[in-house]
């Protein structure tokens, strides 16, 4: 049964900036009040002046849509700082050797940190402001030797921003049907016990983790999604249209489309309705 008072989430719609048709399609359904949240990657190539300020007019359109920064650290995107370190060709790491390098103790903290003050700058740049919160691509900033240098610069440059952690809030069985959430809920443990220790509020659950190659409906995992998950709850999501810049830096696609008009279809919002739940 329904509880009398919906719960509230945050759909966020990660990496806005990483092609021009994946921001127009955001902005779109922001305007349709589908989405409430979405992640700005300033070291994507389709960030500047003009994409900024489509995405601003569209949020304060919108009765509440937050706007983050989307910290990137793994290829194939490039570092906003000159000395930043360690790189391949020119790029930040791939994701699997960031990871690894992390957990190796090879990471520079306060390499890591400057860059992400530069990012941090760079956003208050375009928007004028510090972001409402602050995420990674690829969950970095949930990673051994970035976390703790992620919390700090938070905290000096955005100390009344939130932070994504990516632990679900489900019963101890329910986690071991994920292997992809299970990783998340092992990194997001410590990442959690960070940020209280430094005292930066952070989501209580986390949705949105799959299996993007394998191509699955996306109705049905929304709905799968959306059964259990807390108030105040961040659900990630990766909507898009496809174009030329798209494929030429990441392999999520046409699982973008499909999410895309999954999220723009009458569908959607009766399946949130059918849960209980509004966008806060």
């Known amino acids: 049964m329904v509880a009398n008072a919906p719960k509230r989430i945050w759909l966020c719609a990660d990496d806005y900036g990483i092609s021009p048709k994946v921001n127009g399609a955001i902005r779109d359904l922001i305007a349709r009040g589908r989405l409430n949240a979405t992640s700005v990657m300033v070291a994507g190539p389709a960030i500047g002046r003009d994409e900024a300020d489509a995405l601003a007019a569209a949020a304060a359109s919108s009765q509440r849509c937050a706007i983050g920064l989307h910290v990137t650290l793994t290829a194939p995107f490039r570092p906003l700082t000159m000395h930043f370190k360690p790189t391949d060709g020119g790029m930040f790491l791939p994701f699997a050797k960031l990871l690894r390098f992390g957990l190796m103790g090879r990471l520079d903290a306060e390499v890591i940190r400057t860059e992400l003050t530069v990012q941090l700058s760079s956003f208050g740049e375009l928007f004028g402001r510090a972001p ?15 976390r703790d240098a992620f ?15 990516c632990g679900r809030n489900r019963p101890l069985l329910e986690r071991f049907g994920s292997a992809k959430g299970l990783v998340l809920d092992v990194l997001s443990a410590r990442f959690r016990r960070r940020a209280s220790s430094s005292n930066i509020a952070f989501n209580p659950d986390f949705a949105g983790a799959y299996d993007f190659s394998s191509k699955p409906d996306f109705a ?7 059964q259990g998950v807390s108030e105040g709850a961040v659900l990630m999501c990766h909507p898009g249209e496809v174009d030329d810049v798209l494929v030429s ?6 699982q973008r489309e499909r999410e895309y008009a999954f999220l723009a279809s009458e569908q959607f ?10 966008l806060s």
């Open 132 to 146: 409402d919160f602050v995420d990674g691509h690829q969950h970095v900033q949930l990673f051994p030797g970035v």
């Open 151 to 165: 919390l700090a610069a938070v905290k000096e440059a955005a100390p009344g921003a939130w932070v994504r952690q």
């Open 220 to 226: 049905a995992l929304m709905q799968q999604f959306l």
């Open 249 to 254: 830096l990441d392999p999520l696609t046409e």
């Open 269 to 278: 919002p009766r399946l949130l309705a059918a849960n209980g739940i509004v």
